[in-house]
């Protein structure tokens, strides 16, 4: 099991950029696959980016490429999702997660979640 501790939060105005990192703790995570994930009011569960902890093999949702960049940094096993050119779209409460094995957009894929973090863009 990974634990996950995410942290950054924030309301930013449309055109603004903002950073969610996520600190991972537990397993070795070699084997893993790194994502984030939100959520809107109302709606499902989306994919937003993945990362393949060995090698940095990186995955976007077209909604989110180009604006999005999704990092991982080994010693300090964290995670980041640098999110530019903010729309009120992107609006929703962000999840990051942890996978066993390759990259996925599917959220069932993921055994182990964090908290989420609440991410307000507006207009």
């Known amino acids: 099991q990974v634990q996950l501790v995410q942290s950054g939060r924030g309301l930013v105005q449309a055109g603004g950029s903002l950073r969610l990192s996520c600190a991972a703790s537990g397993r070795t995570l070699y084997n893993y696959t790194m994502g984030w994930f939100r959520q809107a009011p109302g709606k499902g569960r989306e994919f937003v980016a993945a990362i393949r902890w060995s090698g940095g093999s990186t995955y976007y949702a077209d909604s989110v490429k180009g604006r999005f960049t999704i990092s991982r940094d080994n010693a300090k096993k964290m995670v980041y999702l640098q999110m530019n050119s903010l729309k009120p779209g992107d609006t929703a409460v962000y999840y990051c997660?942890?996978?066993?094995?390759?990259?996925?957009?599917?959220?069932?894929?993921?055994?182990?979640w964090g908290q989420g973090t609440q991410v307000t863009v507006s207009s």
């Open positions: 997660a942890a996978g066993w094995g390759n990259p996925t957009m599917e959220s069932t894929k993921y055994a182990d």
